[in-house]
């Protein structure tokens, strides 16, 4: 056969992974909704990243003459209570959290996924233990599980990214699970049952590709959900530790001026609810791209 | 009452439903217009019952749609109109529309269980619907109701008006269905593929119904189906679509027995047929898509006529020779092109001479339902086994025919063979007394690729998000170890042995057609060089021409390799054409097992009577002979002959006690009835 003398190709699909993301992002912008939720979350990854070479001040400069100044050419969101310039330490702000929260989202999406599928596909007695086991953790509210971990261990990313890590993987078990069921049914995968493979294998090749946009748009969702968490921690005094800008500190800083002084919380007020609202206009575009239906696909 | 084949034809005019130059198609992605239709031309007399046949993708649907005035999101009308008698239903109002619908025309889905709704007792929908299309006065709408129930031949009307739609087999949901679209005593009535679906007795009686209902009351019909069988009993005049034209129209029995057109006479040549024990011929390569068509015959690539002409010409609908309307340039020599196979090669199969069983089932017996501990408590008797005292030996390198009605347990067995569902008794075996374990982890690897499974539905069995590579290579890779460049090598050749060029690697299940995609199925199975190839219902979601050819496919694989294959089939006819052996079963027991030719003529068991008389030829005259109800059990009896309740030459209480002895007709053919060889030899019990 004059086939057998070419190499093996990966048998990947045309144009490869990059290709696709490329495809996938494009369908994301063609609505304007999905258009502007790309906008304001690649805006806000770009000044994260790049903030700290061009921000006007030194976010810890301290000015005792220019404490709480309104905004004018010189500080264009004003000055905070102890003569901070606003803008810079906006500008600033969303950088710890988007670190934590950008690494703790993959990590409760694979944990979460990887374990609703395990049980997905086990079934039966373990997975009903598992489960109620899961609604437990979930009946509590999430603020007091996690400042119980954060008393616990202290603060700091290794115990952030662990703690939100952990509590956002549970809600995905539950999608992972679902979208599970739909799949194990099916006949391919009684078909490789059949055959004789492993459970690792029909997880990683039959079942992983096709839960996979499921997983992606609810760990989208999660992710927002995460921002929120930790800026609400932040606010709560359990997050970053000053002088380290961080919006959820500086809305808490600035709440007792608010009367007088609304820029001091007006500005990190926008910067997090603009990125929020970006994260979930891509994850709803990204969502009808894919297929997904988040109303059905996310029971929790 | 007017006999259909003497109705007076209908002068121009006098038309009900007349269809004119209809063009229907969508938008593509670069903005191009993609037609579905093309210039159909169709007119429906009073009374007159039209059927509309064709393949997936012929757009018979479309039109059947489009005669209500309806179109499915993302079509539009490009040209022509359709008129109701007079009245264009395009240009009419939704309002107006709606009057027309349901009381003058009225659609019978071809789901019905999907379009009942599941929350409503049936009574209630169709009081609903007399409310909405008929003037029914309120106090009369219960005896309508019940009149509706009974007209469409339910058992106790009274009964089913009370009962929720999931508490109704599928035959009776589909004449609830019926009784529904009848209430508003429409004047025409659509039928899109009414009896898909149903079992072969059901969809028999449901046919037998929808003849006699238009013969009585004089309701124009237009049947959609892929079945000519179907079309054959119930309409007198036939449409046969290609690619979104019409390309040929005729009287039924002229269309059926020797149709103008080379595709009509390709379709009937592929029909399997239970007279003939050979493979019917396959009908190569695959319709055009929507714009695909160019300058000349659709048809023209497919052809075994064409010539340069036909493919660049595009042909009129002409009127032939024997009166029928043919859209071909070469209509006068398409009796060239058979349409009954001739018995080649693929169709002798050896004698007998190897005994030796490649698969042996011994006193098989499979439960779902497992008593409940409160059950158990209380000693109520355990319900009868789903699957119960199936002994079989499959001879090696030979097909053994597994066949019967939903619910027979046909498709329960091959689970449990394959280790997919659990055994409560008896032995499943391989030679050399290797007896398979239940689960399937508990086998061994060599017994693993031993038996491979093909499923019904490839897109359900296919995963959609593996290449065709992936896929084909999960066997190899899983029982010979192989990778790289070997791997690829072996893929090559599997897909090769399918018919299926290298360049099929790269691409996705869902780029493929239909027979494509059951033809990597077929390799994926092949590739683990099994000794036993179990095939669940391999082609019923399969177009006839396409069936043709995998029915085709499957033997040649068989007789090169030596393969064993245990194939589950409703379709007798199909069975008939593949099998050495078959066995008959119902409710989960076997009736009747032998060889092939035997067990498809007398002496038979009653239930393969009446398998056999319910079975569709494309022949006007061929009239099934029915059981007393089509009923459908949803339970085996406890005791006795699992046939007793719906048998026509029932014998008494002892057919209820007794399980029926096993009656040897000689030859290895066996039938379990209490009825002696004699009277079965008889032939049937006279219709009731």
Redesign the interface.
């Given at each position: 056969m004059n086939t057998a003398a070419t190499p093996a190709r990966a048998p990947a699909r045309p144009g490869g992974a990059f290709a696709a993301l490329v495809a996938v992002l494009a369908d994301i912008a063609r609505t304007p909704s999905g258009a502007a939720g790309l906008i304001l979350l690649s805006l806000h990854l770009l000044v994260a990243i790049s903030a700290p070479l061009w921000v006007p001040y030194d976010y810890r400069e301290v000015n005792s003459l220019l404490i709480l100044s309104a905004p004018g050419a010189e500080h264009w969101f004003g000055t905070d209570h102890l003569g901070r310039d606003t803008l810079t330490r906006t500008l600033l702000g969303g950088r710890e959290a988007l670190l934590v929260t950008g690494v703790a989202t993959p990590v409760a999406v694979m944990w979460g996924g990887f374990t609703g599928i395990f049980f997905g596909l086990t079934g039966g007695r373990l997975d009903d233990l598992f489960m109620r086991f899961v609604d437990a953790l979930l009946s509590l509210p999430w603020i007091l599980k996690m400042l119980v971990l954060i008393v616990t261990f202290g603060t700091g990313l290794e115990v952030f990214i662990p703690t939100l890590a952990f509590f956002y993987g549970i809600p995905i078990i539950r999608v992972a699970r679902a979208a599970t069921h739909d799949v194990v049914a099916r006949d391919f995968v009684q078909a490789a049952r059949a055959r004789g493979h492993g459970r690792m294998t029909i997880i990683g090749r039959e079942l992983l590709p096709n839960v996979r946009d499921a997983l992606l748009v609810e760990g989208a969702m999660r992710w927002s959900w995460m921002l929120l968490a930790f800026s609400s921690l932040s606010f709560l005094g359990f997050g970053v530790s000053p002088p380290t800008p961080d919006w959820g500190l500086m809305i808490a800083n600035a709440r007792g001026y608010m009367s007088f002084a609304p820029w001091g919380v007006l500005a990190p007020m926008i910067a997090l609810s603009s990125l929020i609202i970006g994260i979930n206009l891509t994850a709803d575009a990204l969502a009808k791209t894919l297929g997904v239906d988040r109303a059905q696909k996310a029971p929790v | 009452m007017l006999e259909p084949a003497t109705r007076p034809r209908l002068e121009a005019g006098g038309h009900l439903l007349n269809i004119r130059g209809l063009s229907i198609g969508f938008t593509g992605r670069s903005g191009e217009t993609l037609p579905i239709l093309r210039h159909i031309d169709l007119a429906v007399g009073r009374g007159e019952s039209i059927g509309i046949v064709g393949e997936s993708g012929s757009g018979k649907s479309t039109l059947a749609l489009a005669a209500m005035g309806y179109l499915k999101h993302g079509l539009n009308v490009i040209g022509g109109d359709v008129l109701f008698p007079d009245r264009d239903l395009f240009a009419l109002s939704p309002g107006q529309l709606q009057d027309i619908r349901g009381r003058r025309l009225a659609l019978i889905p071809q789901n019905s269980g999907q379009s009942l709704t599941p929350t409503l007792r049936v009574g209630a929908q169709l009081t609903e619907t007399l409310k909405l299309h008929s003037n029914t006065a309120p106090e009369r709408q219960a005896a309508r109701v019940t009149e509706l129930l009974a007209k469409v031949r339910l058992p106790d009307p009274h009964l089913i008006a009370g009962r929720y739609p999931h508490q109704l087999s599928g035959g009776q949901q589909q004449r609830v269905a019926i009784a529904m679209a009848l209430a508003g005593e429409p004047e025409a009535l659509l039928l899109d593929e009414p009896t898909t679906g149903l079992d072969v007795t059901t969809q028999a009686h449901i046919l037998e119904l929808l003849r006699d209902l238009a013969a009585q009351y004089g309701t124009s019909m237009i049947y959609v189906s892929h079945d000519l069988g179907a079309i054959a009993r119930v309409c007198e005049r036939v449409v046969v679509m290609y690619a979104g034209e019409i390309v040929l129209e005729g009287a039924t029995r002229q269309v059926l027995s020797s149709p103008d057109h080379p595709y009509a006479r390709g379709l009937l040549a592929s029909l399997p047929r239970l007279t003939g024990s050979h493979l019917p011929a396959a009908l190569d390569g695959i319709p055009p898509m929507p714009g695909g068509v160019g300058g000349g015959c659709a048809f023209a690539p497919r052809c075994a006529l064409a010539d340069s002409q036909c493919r660049e010409q595009r042909p009129g609908l002409e009127t032939t020779e024997r009166g029928q309307r043919a859209r071909c340039l070469r209509s006068a020599r398409a009796s060239e092109i058979p349409i009954a196979p001739a018995p080649g090669e693929a169709g002798r199969r050896p004698a007998i001479d190897d005994d030796r069983a490649a698969l042996t089932l011994d006193a098989v017996s499979i439960r779902y339902a497992r008593p409940t501990p409160l059950a158990r408590l209380l000693r109520r008797a355990p319900a009868a086994a789903t699957v119960s005292d199936i002994s079989i030996a499959v001879i090696k390198g030979q097909t053994l025919g597994l066949v019967g009605e939903s619910g027979s347990g046909k498709s329960t067995i091959l689970k449990a063979i394959?280790?997919?569902l659990p055994v409560e008794n008896g032995a499943i075996s391989l030679p050399d007394n290797q007896t398979l374990a239940a689960e399937?982890?508990r086998?061994n690897?060599s017994q693993?690729r031993a038996?491979?499974?093909i499923?019904?539905?490839p897109d359900?069995?296919?995963?959609?998000?593996?290449?065709i590579?992936?896929i084909i290579?999960?066997?190899l890779r899983?029982y010979f170890d192989i990778?790289?460049?070997e791997?690829?090598?072996r893929s090559?050749?599997i897909l090769?042995t399918v018919r299926l060029g290298?360049h099929y690697?790269?691409r996705?299940p869902s780029q493929l057609s239909g027979g494509e995609k059951q033809r990597v199925a077929i390799a994926?199975a092949f590739a683990?060089q099994p000794d036993i190839v179990l095939c669940d219902e391999v082609t019923s979601a399969l177009d006839v021409s396409v069936q043709a050819a995998v029915l085709g496919l499957l033997d040649t694989l068989r007789r090169e390799r030596g393969t064993t294959y245990l194939f589950v089939s409703h379709d007798l006819a199909v069975v008939r054409t593949l099998s050495h052996r078959v066995a008959v079963l119902y409710q989960g027991r076997l009736c009747e097992i032998g060889a092939t030719a035997r067990v498809y003529s007398l002496p038979s068991h009653p239930y393969t009577e009446t398998l056999l008389s319910a079975v569709l030829e494309p022949d006007p005259d061929r009239a099934p002979r029915l059981a007393a109800h089509d009923a459908v059990e949803s339970s085996p009896p406890a005791a006795g002959c699992p046939f007793q309740r719906r048998c026509a030459r029932r014998l008494g209480a002892i057919c209820d006690e007794q399980a029926p002895p096993w009656r040897d007709a000689g030859g290895g053919h066996r039938i379990r009835c209490h009825l002696p060889l004699d009277t079965l030899q008889s032939g049937p019990a006279p219709a009731v």
């Amino acid at each position: 056969m004059n086939t057998a003398a070419t190499p093996a190709r990966a048998p990947a699909r045309p144009g490869g992974a990059f290709a696709a993301l490329v495809a996938v992002l494009a369908d994301i912008a063609r609505t304007p909704s999905g258009a502007a939720g790309l906008i304001l979350l690649s805006l806000h990854l770009l000044v994260a990243i790049s903030a700290p070479l061009w921000v006007p001040y030194d976010y810890r400069e301290v000015n005792s003459l220019l404490i709480l100044s309104a905004p004018g050419a010189e500080h264009w969101f004003g000055t905070d209570h102890l003569g901070r310039d606003t803008l810079t330490r906006t500008l600033l702000g969303g950088r710890e959290a988007l670190l934590v929260t950008g690494v703790a989202t993959p990590v409760a999406v694979m944990w979460g996924g990887f374990t609703g599928i395990f049980f997905g596909l086990t079934g039966g007695r373990l997975d009903d233990l598992f489960m109620r086991f899961v609604d437990a953790l979930l009946s509590l509210p999430w603020i007091l599980k996690m400042l119980v971990l954060i008393v616990t261990f202290g603060t700091g990313l290794e115990v952030f990214i662990p703690t939100l890590a952990f509590f956002y993987g549970i809600p995905i078990i539950r999608v992972a699970r679902a979208a599970t069921h739909d799949v194990v049914a099916r006949d391919f995968v009684q078909a490789a049952r059949a055959r004789g493979h492993g459970r690792m294998t029909i997880i990683g090749r039959e079942l992983l590709p096709n839960v996979r946009d499921a997983l992606l748009v609810e760990g989208a969702m999660r992710w927002s959900w995460m921002l929120l968490a930790f800026s609400s921690l932040s606010f709560l005094g359990f997050g970053v530790s000053p002088p380290t800008p961080d919006w959820g500190l500086m809305i808490a800083n600035a709440r007792g001026y608010m009367s007088f002084a609304p820029w001091g919380v007006l500005a990190p007020m926008i910067a997090l609810s603009s990125l929020i609202i970006g994260i979930n206009l891509t994850a709803d575009a990204l969502a009808k791209t894919l297929g997904v239906d988040r109303a059905q696909k996310a029971p929790v | 009452m007017l006999e259909p084949a003497t109705r007076p034809r209908l002068e121009a005019g006098g038309h009900l439903l007349n269809i004119r130059g209809l063009s229907i198609g969508f938008t593509g992605r670069s903005g191009e217009t993609l037609p579905i239709l093309r210039h159909i031309d169709l007119a429906v007399g009073r009374g007159e019952s039209i059927g509309i046949v064709g393949e997936s993708g012929s757009g018979k649907s479309t039109l059947a749609l489009a005669a209500m005035g309806y179109l499915k999101h993302g079509l539009n009308v490009i040209g022509g109109d359709v008129l109701f008698p007079d009245r264009d239903l395009f240009a009419l109002s939704p309002g107006q529309l709606q009057d027309i619908r349901g009381r003058r025309l009225a659609l019978i889905p071809q789901n019905s269980g999907q379009s009942l709704t599941p929350t409503l007792r049936v009574g209630a929908q169709l009081t609903e619907t007399l409310k909405l299309h008929s003037n029914t006065a309120p106090e009369r709408q219960a005896a309508r109701v019940t009149e509706l129930l009974a007209k469409v031949r339910l058992p106790d009307p009274h009964l089913i008006a009370g009962r929720y739609p999931h508490q109704l087999s599928g035959g009776q949901q589909q004449r609830v269905a019926i009784a529904m679209a009848l209430a508003g005593e429409p004047e025409a009535l659509l039928l899109d593929e009414p009896t898909t679906g149903l079992d072969v007795t059901t969809q028999a009686h449901i046919l037998e119904l929808l003849r006699d209902l238009a013969a009585q009351y004089g309701t124009s019909m237009i049947y959609v189906s892929h079945d000519l069988g179907a079309i054959a009993r119930v309409c007198e005049r036939v449409v046969v679509m290609y690619a979104g034209e019409i390309v040929l129209e005729g009287a039924t029995r002229q269309v059926l027995s020797s149709p103008d057109h080379p595709y009509a006479r390709g379709l009937l040549a592929s029909l399997p047929r239970l007279t003939g024990s050979h493979l019917p011929a396959a009908l190569d390569g695959i319709p055009p898509m929507p714009g695909g068509v160019g300058g000349g015959c659709a048809f023209a690539p497919r052809c075994a006529l064409a010539d340069s002409q036909c493919r660049e010409q595009r042909p009129g609908l002409e009127t032939t020779e024997r009166g029928q309307r043919a859209r071909c340039l070469r209509s006068a020599r398409a009796s060239e092109i058979p349409i009954a196979p001739a018995p080649g090669e693929a169709g002798r199969r050896p004698a007998i001479d190897d005994d030796r069983a490649a698969l042996t089932l011994d006193a098989v017996s499979i439960r779902y339902a497992r008593p409940t501990p409160l059950a158990r408590l209380l000693r109520r008797a355990p319900a009868a086994a789903t699957v119960s005292d199936i002994s079989i030996a499959v001879i090696k390198g030979q097909t053994l025919g597994l066949v019967g009605e939903s619910g027979s347990g046909k498709s329960t067995i091959l689970k449990a063979i394959a280790g997919l569902l659990p055994v409560e008794n008896g032995a499943i075996s391989l030679p050399d007394n290797q007896t398979l374990a239940a689960e399937v982890e508990r086998r061994n690897p060599s017994q693993l690729r031993a038996i491979q499974l093909i499923f019904q539905n490839p897109d359900e069995s296919l995963n959609p998000r593996q290449t065709i590579a992936e896929i084909i290579a999960q066997p190899l890779r899983l029982y010979f170890d192989i990778s790289g460049a070997e791997l690829r090598r072996r893929s090559v050749e599997i897909l090769d042995t399918v018919r299926l060029g290298a360049h099929y690697l790269e691409r996705l299940p869902s780029q493929l057609s239909g027979g494509e995609k059951q033809r990597v199925a077929i390799a994926r199975a092949f590739a683990a060089q099994p000794d036993i190839v179990l095939c669940d219902e391999v082609t019923s979601a399969l177009d006839v021409s396409v069936q043709a050819a995998v029915l085709g496919l499957l033997d040649t694989l068989r007789r090169e390799r030596g393969t064993t294959y245990l194939f589950v089939s409703h379709d007798l006819a199909v069975v008939r054409t593949l099998s050495h052996r078959v066995a008959v079963l119902y409710q989960g027991r076997l009736c009747e097992i032998g060889a092939t030719a035997r067990v498809y003529s007398l002496p038979s068991h009653p239930y393969t009577e009446t398998l056999l008389s319910a079975v569709l030829e494309p022949d006007p005259d061929r009239a099934p002979r029915l059981a007393a109800h089509d009923a459908v059990e949803s339970s085996p009896p406890a005791a006795g002959c699992p046939f007793q309740r719906r048998c026509a030459r029932r014998l008494g209480a002892i057919c209820d006690e007794q399980a029926p002895p096993w009656r040897d007709a000689g030859g290895g053919h066996r039938i379990r009835c209490h009825l002696p060889l004699d009277t079965l030899q008889s032939g049937p019990a006279p219709a009731v």
